[in-house]
């Protein structure tokens, strides 16, 4: 009961309410925390097949609806109609990025998930404004948004430990010369 809902709603009373939020707010705990149990069921059932296992790369966008944007982060820009005229309005929004790894047997069942990165933008610039302010080919890897995908290749593979039997998919944001390397 209450999946889906504001904290408060969720944990129907104050106290539950509180510990949620002293939880979400305890510097020491990570994503990577609270999910390395996953992540080593993930490893255990990747151990009990056999054959190539395919490791699938891809980013979600969590997004929510804020006056302040800026206290959750930026994921894009878009336009949408309103009105009676169906003017085009432009419209930033705001969320949270999320790249995960999943790996899967040849015959497509689902072993876990490997590698789960999260972030926000403190700001968005499509991509043609930002080429004409800096030159992506001068910018490191380790500085680009697409380095997501080099570290979890590498999280996924330190994880699973048998990197001949993984093949890592990704789609068209994965061609990058570093992680061909």
Same mark, same amino acid.
């Given at each position: 009961?209450? !999946?889906g809902?504001? @904290?408060?709603?969720a ?7 509180? +510990?949620?939020? %002293? ?10 925390v609270?999910?390395? /149990?996953?992540?080593?069921?993930? #490893?255990e059932r990747?151990?009990a ?6 490791? *699938? ?15 959750v +982060?930026?994921t894009?820009?878009?336009? @949408?109609?309103q +009105? ?12 949270? *990025?999320?790249h995960?790894?999943?790996a !899967?047997? #040849? ?6 998930q ?11 610039? +499509?991509?043609?404004? *930002?080429?004409?302010? @800096?030159?992506?080919? %001068?910018?490191? @890897?380790?500085?680009?948004?697409? &380095?997501?995908?080099?570290e ?11 990197? /001949?039997?993984? !093949? ?6 994965s061609?990058? &010369?570093? *992680?061909?390397?």
């Amino acid at each position: 009961m209450g !999946v889906g809902q504001i @904290i408060p709603f969720a944990c129907q009373d104050w106290a539950n309410t509180k +510990g949620a939020y %002293r939880f979400l707010s305890n510097e020491r705990v990570s994503e990577q925390v609270i999910l390395s /149990g996953h992540f080593q069921a993930s #490893a255990e059932r990747f151990g009990a097949t056999e054959g190539p296992v395919l490791v *699938l790369q891809d980013t979600t966008t969590f997004s929510y609806q804020r006056e302040r944007p800026e206290l959750v +982060g930026y994921t894009g820009k878009t336009t @949408i109609k309103q +009105g009676k005229h169906g003017l085009q309005q432009p419209l930033t929004q705001c969320g949270i *990025l999320m790249h995960s790894s999943l790996a !899967v047997t #040849a015959e497509g069942l689902p072993l876990g998930q490997t590698a789960i990165k999260f972030w926000t933008r403190s700001k968005f610039k +499509g991509c043609n404004a *930002l080429k004409r302010k @800096i030159n992506p080919t %001068r910018v490191p @890897i380790e500085q680009k948004e697409s &380095y997501r995908r080099l570290e979890n290749l590498r999280q996924s593979t330190t994880l699973l430990g048998e990197p /001949g039997r993984c !093949v890592h998919v990704g789609d068209r944001e994965s061609d990058i &010369y570093e *992680l061909f390397c």
